[in-house]
């Protein structure tokens, strides 16, 4: 199940970034999607969820009301909007999303929150 993550990078605190995912190989209207992300020694973090639809959304405390999933079915695209971005947010950020019982990842891509 290819998921390519798109749009990470270097950003000064109190920017703003938006990642992309492109999915294939299922029928990608009928799943939730989510992104998680992973800091340097830490331990993957549940980030935000969409459902499939688009219509509920969940976020992770750290990161609610700056934060924002959305999703194009018609694109097979899932985004996640970046704003005030922190230090804290330095991460490889992956899309995810879970196919019969099984969870499947994309390669990551890295966000870097430094001045």
């Known amino acids: 199940v290819p998921l390519v993550e798109s749009g990470g990078g270097l950003m000064q605190p109190g920017g703003s970034l938006r990642l992309s995912c492109l999915a294939s190989?299922?029928?990608?209207?009928?799943?939730?999607m989510s992104w998680y992300r992973q800091a340097p020694g830490k331990k993957r973090e549940l980030v935000a969820t969409?459902?499939?639809?688009?219509?509920?959304?969940n976020y992770a405390d750290s990161v609610t009301g700056r934060f924002t999933i959305s999703r194009d079915n018609a694109k097979n695209t899932v985004y996640l909007q970046m704003n005030s971005l922190k230090p804290e947010d330095t991460a490889v950020y992956y899309c995810?999303?879970?196919?019969?019982?099984?969870?499947?990842w994309g390669q990551g891509t890295q966000v870097t929150v430094s001045s």
């Open positions: 190989g299922f029928t990608f209207s009928s799943y939730a």
């Open positions: 969409i459902s499939s639809g688009g219509g509920s959304t």
């Open positions: 995810s999303t879970d196919l019969f019982g099984a969870r499947f």
